[in-house]
């Protein structure tokens, strides 16, 4: 190798850290802020009064702090998979363009920008015994007795998916945006009909894109929090994690609300681990039919 | 086929039909009981008044929370982005031992429930005593903001063609002058999209504030949270109502000023475009 | 696989296709016969891809009736017309294999499996991709991926087989050679055939006929050597290779003055009036019999022959060719081997014939 190639090699790799030195104070800050007190909290939980691993073995132990763990997931996976099995037939309708479809996505995020707080304090009154809701089926003869919806878990899975539902269709409205629409003429010249081509084209190379979506919409759900307090029934059939952490914490245990937090952390990414392990066996490549 | 078609389409309407009512219904509902003299089993209130308003106004000092919300807020979104724009270059440029472990930090808040990382970092900051002060609201809301900047971020770097740069390069403009005179011009709309999405996502951000805030520190949304659940003993129902509209319009004003700026269906989309 | 067209007329009458304000195809009347290899031929937005669309069923006509054996059919939607289309992108399914791509039309007809496994053997074989039935569409190359496109469209046997432009995506080498297997595909099946494309040498080599197509209006239908030889305007004599266009004055049945020299031309134009000469490159050429007086701008030297760029004495820019080299600045005489003569008045602007060629 001749003196200047490996000038050339020095120059180049002396360049790249030179760069990439950029990048250091984010991943600092993420280190010192994010890292570092989690490591922190799961020093605390080892420090608990009765030993080592006592603080997660009180929460798993205890029948009622233990069943906050199949509640939230009780709320959250329904929530998810109502959000995107209702999301694809309304995207698939949605999905070429219209008048009024930036209006009608505009709508659908105000929920999201609205946040659980709000529309959870607009369900209590929404829902109640009194509310429009009750009022419109008593008028309508439905029912007799108002329906009970609210501090119960029908509320809070009905606030939920207010919440939830618009995240899902915008993500799935995408999805669908991406796919070739000459796959779908394809397939209809053919001979596919409607519900074939959706079977056989649109599904397939949509699955990918619905598992990340039920992923997506799955944290927004197991976060569940205001919602399940306002709208719910803290003390017993809508107790998620949220509360049972909040609970610890708000009793200065640190170490068992870390714990908590972290039992709720894992128990997350159970769940997403399983759901990328199901999308590991789909297809997962190009969307479009061949060269554009 | 036709028959099931027609009536997946009507579970369709229905479904939409029934989200839309939901939604609005619960936001009118807030919207009239905010302005009801009274209202207690009947379709309309009795009689109009704006006095919640002023009541809540005074009772929880709306103006103040008003103004840490948006102190915290720009705060957020100016620290974010100006720590943002290097991450993401680095990211969506260059490869380097480590990528991966990058990624996977600013991936991970996103990813595992807030309340998880909020509960241990809250605990960290009062070892600090940093909560309950206004620093302490903003350092914890950069971390999931920061990290989402730099995701919406990256894919905006990627669009920008290397070789713009490098022909900046090539008349003669160092790092600096590259970065400052072309990089960040050409992110415009990328850090305009970054930018409102960290502000509306941190103006609605409950749990972090919610347990790092004090009385004194606590944004919008944290106030409507604690007063709704003192509803009955000691709020009114109204005006927790009228607290809530205040904050909803907040919050409109700036999905409005977002809509403005970033398509919501185009930053799932923009996947495709980069490929084409 | 059989041969012959399965139908005995397709019949386009008057089809009409709005968008809005926007008449993108315009009466379109049209017959084609079983059997037959029809292009539509222009350049893009002259109403070619809606036609073929609108045969497909992708589109519904806002006027006009298509009628297959006196059945209408524009009207049924487009898995129930028993078509084969091949598009410009290919659209093959980037989830299933080769085969699957292929066998996709016979397993939505419930074919049983022999049969359809036999069937795509069949179609691949003919496509000579028979040892890349298991792959996916991502690992085939551009020409690979448009023969799928092509056995996919072909093995159902279809009544009629629309392609979009299909050679467009591919390079020049390549191009050629699918050109030719297209054409012998059409041979060998025997299907009946419409192809849209924006090559005037594509459609010359591949069509029975052609209709040439200009903001959604006929411009002429005819076969090759028709179109070829006799373009029924300057339109069309311009899209098919008549590059130098000289304004002149008719003088008796067969000649024209242009600029002071009389051509010979072939015509339908009354013997008198202001005319417009069409010719192609290679019919002027640099001799030293020449009439046409040009002074040489560019020569480019192309193999068998040299393309001279000059410019006449009326200050028209013309194309010739010669057999020599040729200085820049130098005046020649070129001589004026077949012209036609057309009425003056729609001149094409240039814009539009760089776009078509």
New interface residues.
Partial sequence: MTALAIGRVVVRERRLPGLVWLAVPAAVFMVAFFVYPLCYGVGLTFQAAGGPLSAYRSFLSDGYQRGSIWITLGLSVPTALISVVAAVPLAYRMRGPFRGKRTLTAVLMVPLTLGSVFVADGMIDFLGPNGWFNRVLRALHVVDQPVVLIHNVAGVLLSMLISVFPLAFLLVLGYFSGIDGNLERAAAVSGAGPWQRFRLVLLPLLLPGLTVTFALTFVMAFAVFPSATLVGDPAGSTRVISIVAYDAYSRADYSSASAIAIVMGLVELAVLGIVFGIRGRLYRGSTSGGKG | MTARLRLTGLLTWLGTGGFLLGMLGAVATVLLSSVAQQWIGTWLPGGYTFHWYGDAWSAYQVGSLLAVTFEVALAVVVLSLVVAVPTAYVLARLDFPGKRLLWLLFLLPQVIPTMSYAVPLATFMYRLHLAETLPGVVLVNLVPSLPFAILVLVPFVEQVDPRVEQAARICGAGTVTVFGRVVVPLLVPGLLAAGVLVLVRTVGQFELTFLVAGPNTQTLVVALYNIATQAGNGASPQEVDAMAVVYMLTTLVLLLVALRFVDPTSIVARNRDRRG | MTRAGRFGELVLDGVTKSFGAHTALDGLDLTITGGEFVALLGPSGCGKSTALNLL???LAPTSGTILLDGTRIDTV?????????V?Q???????LTVADNVG??L???RLRRPELQRRVADALRLVRLADQADK???QLS?GQ?QRV?IA?AVV?EPRLV?MDEPLS?LDAKLRLDMRTEIRLLHQQLGLTTVYVTHDQQEALSLADRLVVLRDGRVQQIGTPAEIYETPANTYVAAFVGYRNALPGEMRGANRVDVGGVTLAVETDVPASGRAVVMVRPDDLVVTDTGVLPVRVAVCEYQGRHFAVEGVTTGDVTVHCHSDRPLAPGSEVMAEVRRARAYPDGEVVPAAELVAAT
């Avoid at chain 3, 939607?77 to 289309?85: A, H, I, L, V």
């Avoid at chain 3, 992108?89 to 989830?95: C, E, G, I, S």
């Fill in positions: 497909a069923g992708l939607p487009s898995e129930r017309r028993d078509f084969g289309m598009f992108n290919y659209a093959l399914f980037p989830h996709f039309g397993r939505v007809r996916y569409p991502g551009g991926q496109a996919r159902t629309l995506n």
